[in-house]
């Protein structure tokens, strides 16, 4: 049983805004879309997509697996805001997440269960306790590895989503001064547990890793934003540009990387890109918009489809950078249909039942 390795990271977070676009109320400033999230959130799909079609085809882009990074800041950002703008209660919270993120997830691991059942997937070992554990986001030991990760792989950074969901849904009991302390005293007690204690347990092993203090680390920069002290600057381009320096150094390098050098980039990213877009600084980019409200599709459904033009591509024997090419257009064109015909169906259907469920009583 073993912890998935850096390179081994896809991208989470993706449901970190809800609805089609990002709407958030600085203290100072009137309702407006974070645009610059959603790039980000393009970005770094696109990356996480790259960096599996690489994979597939027989190249290598390992620091696509940095989106998770970006988007467990993100995720920490988002929720810190919302909470602080529409205030609601734990349970609401809860549900709001579960409906959010589950429903779409549980489908393309229903269509990896069906395959491996029918023999698509040769490779992959099934029991009970790991599809149970794939399903209800819990760290379970793959039977086919020994890896810790989900049916379908790159799902097991949502149990690291689930985690922060829980304790930020509980710290949502006390009042709001002490709520920001709280969860970051129980981040950092699950970080030092995990360097103190070795441990055989998948969900320990999981929860204590120091990846989730990139979601205090964004709902940090979230109170620090809304207090209004990040001021709009051009500076903010300086910011980001040093963040991909970073990471573009990491790749061309070969260096190793973790959380401890990418939590830091992915936020000093976000920062400079929030920075710049409160200066006025970003340009308006429709494509990138529309591909950051896909992305939780485009990050679930995209291995689907480099599979297939992974092994039609060596069958052919069509050279690695064609290969590549048509392997990302196929899988990020996949997580878009997916988004149309899926997930923004489901999404609508259970905010209508969803809404039916909460609304008053008429007595």
Same mark, same amino acid.
């Given at each position: 049983?073993?912890?998935?390795?850096?390179?081994?990271?896809?991208?989470?977070?993706?449901?970190?805004?809800?609805?089609?676009?990002l709407?958030?109320?600085?203290?100072?400033?009137?309702?407006?879309?974070?645009?610059?999230?959603?790039?980000? #959130?393009?970005?770094a799909?696109?990356?996480?997509v790259?960096?599996h079609?690489?994979?597939?085809?027989?190249?290598?882009?390992?620091i696509?697996?940095?989106g998770?990074?970006?988007?467990?800041? +993100?995720?920490?950002?988002?929720?810190?805001? !919302?909470?602080? #703008?529409?205030p609601?209660?734990?349970?609401?919270? !809860?549900?709001?997440?579960?409906?959010?993120?589950?429903?779409?997830?549980?489908?393309?691991?229903?269509?990896?269960i069906?395959?491996?059942?029918?023999?698509?997937?040769?490779?992959?070992?099934? *029991?009970?306790?790991?599809?149970?554990?794939?399903?209800?986001?819990?760290?379970?030991?793959?039977?086919?590895?020994?890896?810790?990760?989900?049916?379908?792989?790159?799902?097991?950074?949502?149990?690291?989503?689930?985690?922060?969901?829980?304790?930020?849904?509980?710290?949502?009991?006390?009042? #709001?001064?002490?709520?920001?302390?709280?969860?970051?005293?129980?981040?950092?007690?699950?970080?030092l547990?995990?360097?103190?204690?070795?441990?055989?347990s998948?969900?320990?092993?999981?929860?204590?890793?120091?990846?989730?203090?990139?979601?205090?680390?964004?709902?940090?920069?979230?109170?620090?934003?809304? %207090?209004?002290?990040?001021?709009? %600057?051009?500076?903010?381009?300086?910011?980001?540009?040093?963040?991909? /320096?970073?990471?573009?150094? +990491?790749?061309?390098?070969?260096?190793?990387?973790?959380?401890f050098? /990418?939590?830091?980039?992915?936020?000093?990213?976000?920062?400079?890109? +929030?920075?710049?877009?409160?200066?006025?600084k970003?340009?308006?980019?429709?494509?990138?918009?529309?591909?950051?409200?896909?992305?939780?599709?485009?990050?679930?459904w995209?291995?689907?489809?480099?599979?297939?033009?992974?092994?039609?591509? *060596?069958?052919?024997g069509?050279p690695?950078?064609?290969?590549?090419?048509?392997?990302?257009?196929?899988?990020?064109?996949?997580?878009? +249909?997916?988004?149309?015909?899926?997930?923004?169906?489901? #999404?609508?259907?259970?905010?209508?039942?969803?809404?039916?469920?909460?609304?008053?009583?008429?007595?």
């Amino acid at each position: 049983m073993t912890v998935p390795r850096r390179d081994d990271v896809a991208a989470a977070g993706f449901d970190a805004a809800t609805g089609s676009s990002l709407r958030i109320e600085n203290r100072k400033s009137q309702m407006k879309t974070l645009t610059g999230i959603q790039y980000l #959130r393009a970005f770094a799909a696109l990356a996480v997509v790259i960096f599996h079609a690489a994979e597939k085809t027989g190249g290598h882009f390992r620091i696509g697996a940095a989106g998770v990074d970006v988007f467990f800041v +993100i995720s920490g950002f988002i929720m810190w805001v !919302m909470s602080e #703008r529409r205030p609601v209660t734990p349970g609401r919270f !809860m549900l709001d997440r579960i409906l959010r993120i589950a429903p779409a997830y549980w489908i393309v691991t229903a269509i990896m269960i069906a395959g491996a059942m029918v023999g698509l997937f040769p490779n992959m070992q099934l *029991t009970i306790g790991h599809i149970l554990g794939s399903l209800f986001f819990i760290p379970t030991a793959s039977p086919s590895n020994g890896e810790i990760w989900p049916v379908l792989v790159q799902g097991w950074t949502l149990n690291f989503e689930m985690l922060f969901y829980a304790i930020f849904a509980a710290t949502l009991f006390l009042p #709001r001064r002490f709520q920001l302390g709280s969860m970051t005293a129980i981040f950092v007690l699950l970080v030092l547990a995990g360097m103190l204690v070795e441990t055989k347990s998948p969900i320990l092993a999981t929860y204590t890793r120091p990846i989730i203090l990139e979601f205090v680390a964004g709902a940090i920069l979230a109170r620090v934003w809304l %207090s209004g002290k990040i001021a709009g %600057s051009s500076m903010g381009y300086a910011f980001a540009g040093a963040a991909l /320096c970073g990471f573009a150094a +990491i790749q061309l390098l070969g260096l190793d990387f973790d959380e401890f050098t /990418c939590g830091p980039l992915a936020l000093l990213l976000v920062l400079g890109v +929030i920075m710049a877009e409160k200066g006025g600084k970003l340009p308006d980019l429709p494509l990138l918009t529309y591909l950051g409200d896909s992305s939780y599709s485009i990050y679930l459904w995209h291995t689907l489809a480099i599979s297939v033009v992974a092994k039609v591509a *060596t069958i052919l024997g069509l050279p690695f950078l064609v290969s590549l090419l048509v392997a990302t257009v196929s899988g990020t064109m996949l997580g878009i +249909i997916a988004f149309e015909t899926v997930e923004k169906p489901l #999404r609508a259907l259970l905010k209508g039942a969803s809404w039916r469920r909460s609304r008053p009583s008429p007595a």
